[in-house]
Nanobody, 124 residues
């Protein structure tokens, strides 16, 4: 079992930056791939970024490529999402997720464990 808790959300002006954190509990965290998803009001949950268990492989949604960076510190059992150049369309609840299967995937159904989410609001 893995429990996930997100933090770091907030209100920021367009062009600003935020760093989200996802703290995990459970001994098997270091063997799980992890990902960030987001969901805006009235929209489906969408993929943002994913990272392999060792951190050596990452994938990103085209909409955030070049602006967001996913990383993890297995010693601290924490995953991060550095968000730069934020835009109003990045406004959403951001969720972290984890799954024991190896291959990185960009679909919500591929992840078994989810956090409660943290709100990110970008004003224009």
């Amino acid at each position: 079992q893995v429990q996930l808790v997100e933090s770091g959300g907030g209100l920021v002006q367009a062009g600003g930056s935020l760093r989200l954190s996802c703290a995990a509990s459970g001994r098997t965290f270091t063997t799980y791939k992890m990902a960030w998803f987001r969901q805006a009001p009235g929209k489906e949950r969408e993929f943002v970024a994913a990272i392999s268990w060792g951190g050596g492989s990452t994938i990103y949604a085209d909409s955030v490529k070049g602006r967001f960076t996913i990383s993890r510190d297995n010693a601290k059992k924490t995953m991060y999402l550095q968000m730069n150049g934020l835009k109003p369309e990045d406004t959403a609840v951001y969720y972290c997720s984890a799954d024991p299967k190896i291959f990185l995937q960009a679909v919500a159904g591929a992840y078994d464990y989810w956090g409660q989410g943290t709100q990110v609001t970008v004003s224009s």
